[in-house]
């Protein structure tokens, strides 16, 4: 490879992310103009929901459009992309019908199982040699679910579950290119273009929301680039590490069930139990709060990233040194009282 084609993988990278983020520059408001004409907006209830007005939320379509036309528009699509366009397209039908309020829950998990079935269907699946198939397909059936639904819990506040979606994506971008992996850097890239551009309507005080749709349509994405990507090469520890990078996500998923499940809640109920509300109720603004998130999304995955080069001794360190961090902060926050 000459001097000049080293270059040629930078520039679609940052092709495709400039788009990305343009045309969700452009898009984002004439899809607000559009949700707002039809009544598609969420109202304040005085409960989970204390924004001042009503508010669009469908700016889940914004980022699909987005991500999809600087992926079309730049590079070809082959077997992978498809695939994940596919099945994106599949969770992102779902959310929108949820959205509508119109789907039960086993009927919203049903979709999302089908969307993932797709990806495993087309070879998308935790691919480590440890790991036999017959624990691998089960295992990345329940990440690839997991981390969908992670992503639709924190979108609770504005800019959260964009904001760090745009981090995650941009970090695993850094790592793809690292590895040698083109097709992930470049469609983790066009994603964390589309999500800066939306995050411009989206950060507090928001005009759109992305909804259903787009929270569950960046976390079956999100998931499934962390889930293949390269990070073993040094050491065997950090194949925890996309655990690091969907941090936050994972974190708030988990500490609401444990809340929940300590109070005697059903797991599907809307509660004020996720951290972000928590740190909200301490003494953090939203845009405070949001930042913070922001931060520490960043900083895990700068752990992640640091944690492949490290021998396992080292990397095992880290990952310790986190999860103790990550208890105390489960402490604190757990002892902050939602009632008043």
């Known amino acids: 490879m000459g001097y000049e084609d080293r270059w040629i993988p930078y520039f679609l990278i940052a092709l495709v992310f400039i788009l990305g983020c343009v045309i969700s520059l452009w898009v984002t408001p004439l899809i607000r103009r559009a949700a707002i004409n039809l009544g598609i907006v969420d109202r304040p209830d005085n409960d989970l929901k204390n924004h001042d007005g009503p508010i669009p939320y469908l700016g889940g379509l914004a980022i699909y459009i987005s991500f999809l036309l ?5 590079i070809d699509l082959n077997r992978f992309a498809l695939a994940l366009l596919l099945s994106g397209s599949i969770v992102l039908i779902v959310g929108l019908i949820d959205d509508f309020g119109v789907l039960s829950p086993s009927m919203k998990l049903m979709g999302q199982a089908i969307a993932v079935a797709v990806l495993i269907k ?13 624990i691998s397909f089960p295992l990345s059936f329940l990440w690839l679910i997991g981390i969908t639904n992670a992503f639709n819990l924190i979108d609770i506040m504005d800019g959260l579950s964009s904001g760090v979606g745009c981090i995650t994506a941009t ?51 999100l998931g499934a680039l962390a889930m293949i990507g ?17 941090g936050i ?22 509660s004020p139990d996720h951290f972000a509300l928590r740190l909200r109720k301490w003494r953090l603004s939203v845009r405070q709060t949001v930042l913070v998130s922001y931060g520490i999304s960043l900083l895990l995955g700068i752990f992640a990233f640091v944690m492949m080069f490290l021998n396992d001794l080292y990397a095992a360190i ?8 990550t208890l105390l902060v489960t402490f604190f926050l757990k002892k902050i009282d939602m009632t008043m």
């Open 249 to 270: 996500p994972i974190f708030d998923m988990l500490f609401v069930m444990y809340v929940r499940k300590r109070r005697g809640l059903p797991m599907m109920l809307g």
């Open 171 to 221: 970090i695993l971008c850094a790592v793809a290119l690292l590895n040698g992996r083109l097709m992930i850097a470049v469609v983790a890239a066009a994603l964390a273009g589309s999500l800066l551009g939306f995050l411009k309507y989206n950060f507090h005080p928001a005009s759109i929301y992305m909804g259903d749709a787009g929270s569950l349509f960046i976390g079956l994405i």
């Open 230 to 246: 390269s990070y073993t090469t040094h050491n065997t520890v950090s194949c925890l590490a996309p655990v690091l990078l969907l």
């Open 122 to 134: 087309a070879g998308i699946f935790i691919k480590l040699a440890f790991i036999p198939w017959y």
């Open 70 to 74: 600087s992926l079309a528009m730049i």
């Open 318 to 325: 880290i990952l310790t040194g986190i999860m103790a961090a």
